[in-house]
């Protein structure tokens, strides 16, 4: 696995590829890589001949109160990881690379609607910093996929509507969530946990399975909505939000949506976790 950390260096990599005639994929992800990380580079494999990993916590995404300074940084690991996952090229590149006049003065991509409600109302300005780095990331390796876990629902669908607003020749793909045999969605996150935090939080999945199965017996959005965040409270969490959704927009279920997303935030001691289920309800 070749390890980059200059945008030039990449670029120069990438057309090298390019001349070759193989297809790209970009996996861009914050570090601290779980089984989750490694099925999208897997993934990704299975898309392109060459896999394009990058590794960046983005301060420009991190509220002012948030974790920018704790987010585990765990480089050494998480090359022996990539390496045995045939990752071809990892790209590592420090603040002042991506922001060089600092991310505070860098022309902002923003994507309005979807990067609105939810985690968007929750992380004031989170989902520019998220659009903004992924639009530099496409820009930088131009790969021809790139691929993204769909515990981060709604981020995907940002990604989605700044790539087709922006007209960027790519295609992406959303890679179904990786769940521990609990049913805890992987997340770097996690590791915050204590052991008793970890044991309660896999009430956010069975929730989320709550709901669905009310939603298909047909019970109203709104009493699921009320009763989920009660279980939630029960179970030990703070719910942030837990929201049943158009699965495309984003906007609060009408009777006759069919495709739904449920997504739900809660804050377990201090660690604040997401997830989703996605669901289709059939016509009555
Ligand atoms: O999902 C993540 O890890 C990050 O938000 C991403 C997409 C790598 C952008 O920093």
Redesign the pocket.
Known sequence: MQHLTHIQQLRDSIANYRQQGLRIALV???GNLHAGHIHLVETARTHADIVVS?I?V?PM?FGKNEDLDSYPRTLEQDKVKLTAAHCDVLFTPTASEIYPTGHDNNTVVSVPQVSSRYCGASRPGHFD??AT??CKLFNIVQPDTAL??LK?YQ?FLV?SKMVADLCLPLTLVGVPTQREASGLALSSRNGYLSDKEKHSAVALIETLRWAATALHAGEPASAIESAASERLSRAGFTPDYFAICNARTLAPAQHDDRDLVILAAAYIGKTRLIDNIQLQLSHT
């Open positions: 861009p992800t914050m990058t960046f983005n995404q910093g998220v780095v992924v993204f876990g981060d981020q990604i």
